[in-house]
């Protein structure tokens, strides 16, 4: 029976235009004959007849290929495509009744309107079981080859899209085995004859019945605890996880084809277990809006994403500046595609650490604002290469500073880590400098300079997510310093949104703190990134820990306190930091030492004169090992 089954799907699908024509032409006969059969006349009694049937027949066959409905593939069709039909059997009918009337050829009333009721009634009735012989096929043929068994979350509008793109394109090859929604009253109902099996708590329950691979989650639309909690207990089965973005992304997309491509993996933001961060861009775009803007590191992690939010708020001009031409040349192009002729944007390949350059480029550009975020961040490299971290993060720093001051900008904005407080690193300590740098301009400028401190942002470069990743596509193990290491997690969108708001309420000489919410273990990261990859942690892939690096915190700093160096500003998530008194003349004494001992890389030096101008740097006495043995936590 199957196997018979299998050759009629094979034959119907070789030969469907040919086999449609052919039953098309027996239904328009049939049709034609219909009523006189109903009205009890026999039609081949009757003489107009034996010379109208085939008329009707080659008109009805000629309005179906005009109107390309054999062009149609029926295992694919949806209701625009049986309108076409409806339509093309409309105009079929029309077209003969002209006929009749142009050739003076008499025929009852009832007969055309009967004819035309039988045809479309048939035509689209053998499309209809045409379509389920298809698909029932395809599902067969699937069967024989590979498929993915698919469990859907949500039954909602999405999830319908999402259907509906299954059964037109399925490049994924998914069979769609079960839905689970937690209202009550969608369970044991069907969408697309998908059955809604159970709430999302026996999800592990139903993964295992219908021997689920992948699982999609598809609630756009849902508050972040409830996400975490359903992402979590998805997370507990070994399936593949994917998600739909929220609605707000998708725009006028829900429903339409192609949603399937915008689903995407489950990411660890996704489980961050707080709603993200959305402020009121009124005032942002004011700051922006008609504004020169300068971004130093412009193609980084940091930088590029400051150049997408900055774009958005129609700047005069916006000037990217990176030394490493592929990252502003990706950046540019994308803003280009995004903007095209509404935005003015230029990008300059230069250093800043070559002074000549920037000032060259401050001199032709009447630049507003300056966003800093060109610096090495990596901790262990940073370590074992301490002039570098000198020449970029402390002298770089000095040079755009000096040329913003110069050249009298209104505003210079430093991007800085929370690694600068009580640093342990040549890289924080680096940082700090950079911050009493700003400082101590900002004391005799008519610029304003301040900086933005926050921690570790998701996904950026060098950050331990890609390296997890990779770990986990190679087959593991997955490396963690210690078991025991946490860190302040926040999305880039976020934290560059959080910077840009700061910038704006600036007075200047300000430190603003933002509030990355609560530590995170970062082997909770680890277990929980292994098992959205859909593998058991410690089972499929293993957990190394490699030991703290060197400069590396067991546990970073608390951003965000309620002591007596803090101080709340009208923004939940911002901060100002209490400004420390240090030496000014001092200060660039030794940075000019500092320069002079990078140039001659000179390390005992550099490392004496940090802790005399960092007085909290506190150097670790973690061995020193490979630095690529795990990621930068940044």
């Not at 999405?158 to 090859?173: G, H, K």
């Not at 200047?508 to 909770?524: A, H, Q, S, T, Y």
């Amino acid at each position: 029976m199957a196997r018979a089954y299998k050759g009629m799907y094979n034959f119907l699908n070789k030969y469907r235009k040919y086999i449609l024509m052919i039953i098309d032409t027996i239904i328009a006969v049939v049709s034609y004959l219909s009523p006189h059969i109903i009205s009890g006349i026999h039609p081949i009694k009757l003489e107009w007849f034996e010379n109208t049937w085939y008329i009707y027949t080659i008109i009805y066959i000629a309005a179906f290929i005009v109107m390309g409905v054999y062009r149609n593939i029926w295992r694919y069709a949806g209701i625009e495509d049986i309108f076409q039909c409806l339509k093309a059997s409309v105009a079929a009918n029309l077209v003969f009744l002209a006929f009749t009337k142009v050739f003076d050829i008499y025929i009852r009333y009832y007969v055309y309107i009967v004819s035309f009721l039988v045809s479309s009634f048939c035509t689209m009735g053998i499309r209809i079981i045409y379509r389920a012989i298809i698909i029932t096929g395809d599902k067969d043929t699937k069967k024989l080859s590979h498929y993915t068994n698919v469990m859907i979350v949500g039954a909602g509008q999405a999830t319908v899209a999402i259907l509906n793109e299954i059964q037109r394109n399925n490049p994924d090859n998914y069979l769609v085995k079960c839905i689970v929604d937690d209202d009550k009253a969608k369970i044991g109902r069907k969408i697309n004859s998908v059955k809604v099996v159970s709430s999302t708590d026996k999800t592990p329950e139903m993964v295992e019945k219908y021997e689920v691979e992948e699982i999609i989650f598809s609630i756009p639309s849902i508050d972040k605890g409830n996400k975490k909690r359903i992402l979590d207990i998805c997370a507990g089965t070994k399936c593949k996880l994917k998600i739909l973005p929220e609605v707000y992304s998708l725009l006028t997309d829900v429903g339409s084809k192609g949603v399937i491509d915008k689903i995407r993996d489950v990411q660890v933001e996704d489980l961050l277990g707080r709603d993200p961060i959305r402020l009121d861009c009124s005032l942002t775009k004011k700051y922006i809006q008609g504004k020169t803007v300068l971004v130093t590191g412009g193609g980084g992690s940091i930088g590029s994403e400051l150049c997408r939010q900055i774009s958005s708020y129609s700047p005069k001009e916006l000037i990217i500046l990176d030394i490493y031409e592929n990252n502003a040349y990706d950046i540019q192009q994308e803003l280009l595609r995004e903007y095209g002729k509404d935005i003015n944007l230029s990008v300059e390949i230069a250093s800043v650490r070559d002074k000549k350059k920037l000032y060259k480029i401050f001199e032709s550009k009447n630049i507003d604002i300056v966003f800093h975020a060109a610096a090495h961040k990596h901790v262990p490299l940073m370590e074992n290469n301490p002039e570098e971290a000198i020449k970029n993060n402390v002298i770089g720093t000095y040079n755009v500073v000096q040329a913003a001051h110069k050249y009298k900008t209104d505003k210079f904005v430093l991007i800085s880590t929370d690694k600068a407080v009580n640093p342990t690193s040549v890289m924080g300590a680096t940082k700090r400098i950079a911050e009493m740098i700003i400082q101590s301009y900002n004391n005799h400028s008519e610029t304003d300079f301040v900086a933005v401190r926050f921690g570790n942002v998701l996904g950026s470069n060098g950050s331990v997510i890609p390296l997890f990743k990779e770990q986990i596509k190679d087959g593991g193990p997955v490396t963690v310093t210690h078991e025991e290491i946490t860190r302040y997690f926040m999305t880039i969108p976020e934290a560059v949104q959080l910077v840009l708001r700061s910038s704006s309420m600036a007075q200047g000489g300000e430190i603003f703190v933002l509030d990355m919410g609560d530590p995170v273990k970062i082997k909770d990261l680890a277990y929980k990134l292994i098992g959205l990859s859909g593998f058991e942690p410690e089972v499929d892939i293993s957990i190394k820990y490699t030991g703290l690096r060197p400069g590396e915190k067991l546990y970073e700093e608390l951003l965000i306190s309620e002591d007596k160096d803090q101080i709340k500003t009208n923004m939940d998530k911002i901060f100002i930091e209490r400004p420390k008194e240090f030496d000014e003349n001092e200060l660039f004494e030794l940075i000019e030492e500092l320069k002079k001992a990078a140039d001659e890389m000179d390390t005992k030096t550099i490392l004496f004169l940090i802790e005399k101008l960092v007085p909290t740097y506190k150097r670790t006495d973690n061995a020193k090992g490979s630095a690529g043995s795990s990621a930068n936590i940044a």
